[in-house]
């Protein structure tokens, strides 16, 4: 069973470059989210989206967008690197009315030069 | 706005020994509560979860948990912990709204010692 699955896990960047993080899920789960993880800070969201083709900001979205074209897949992209978004990245789903039981994928660990 | 507070954020303990990792939160009306676990290079995983009733709280590999609405707080408890439990372990809180969004606390890591 894949669960969540997150491309790719590893990424070095220079200031400036873009890039976007995939992640699928096989649950066929309504909501999907993304997080990042720093050290100290747990974890903050930066977007999640309740249904294909809707978006919602979380805490920390500036510098990142996202898309939901398809239920299973969500995207996250940077569209101009800066070092302070040298993070892991973490994708999650989850049912609705499960208020907050999320299945997490295995992280995305991004550096920017 | 809520938040979750993991005072600790280094705890070291021998093998064998108990263990308990404390969560304050604070929110507005009844919280949804939760401990997850990462252990190194892995994803989250839940533990365990409060939505209502009785108030201490079962999960997996052993764990327990008891919110304390006087105290607004989740502490995660272990009996006696084995060397696999050395992981990170996050608290959280949610609400049973749109999104299912949670907020996390800063994280407490366990070392465990042989």
């Known amino acids: 069973n894949a669960g969540v699955t997150q491309t790719p896990k590893f990424r070095v960047l220079k200031t400036g470059q873009s890039m976007t993080l995939l992640c699928a899920q096989d649950?066929?789960?309504?909501?999907m989210y993304w997080y990042r993880q720093d050290p100290g800070m747990g974890l903050r969201l930066i977007h999640y989206?309740?249904?294909?083709?809707?978006?919602a900001k979380g805490e920390v979205p500036d510098g990142y967008n996202v898309s939901r074209l398809k239920k299973q897949n969500f995207l996250l992209g940077l569209e101009s690197a800066a070092p302070s978004q040298t993070s892991v990245y973490f994708c999650a789903s989850s049912w609705p009315g499960t208020a907050g039981e999320l299945f997490f994928g295995e992280g995305s660990r991004l550096t920017v030069l | 706005a809520q938040s979750v507070t993991q005072p600790d954020i280094h705890i070291t303990v021998s093998e064998g020994a108990s263990l308990e990792l404390r969560c304050n939160y604070s929110?507005?009306?009844?919280?949804?509560l939760f401990w997850y676990v990462q252990s190194p290079g892995q994803g989250l995983q839940l533990l365990l979860k409060y939505f209502s009733g009785d108030t201490l709280v079962q999960g997996i590999k052993g764990f327990e948990a008891e919110f304390k609405r006087s105290q607004s707080s989740f502490n995660l408890r272990k009996p006696s912990v084995h060397w696999s439990d050395a992981a990170e372990y996050f608290c959280a809180v949610g609400a049973k709204a749109a999104g299912n969004k949670l907020t996390f606390g800063g994280g407490t890591r366990v070392l465990v010692k042989p």
């Open positions: 929110y507005g009306a009844t919280p949804y």
């Open positions: 649950m066929n789960h309504e909501y």
């Open positions: 989206s309740v249904g294909e083709g809707t978006t």
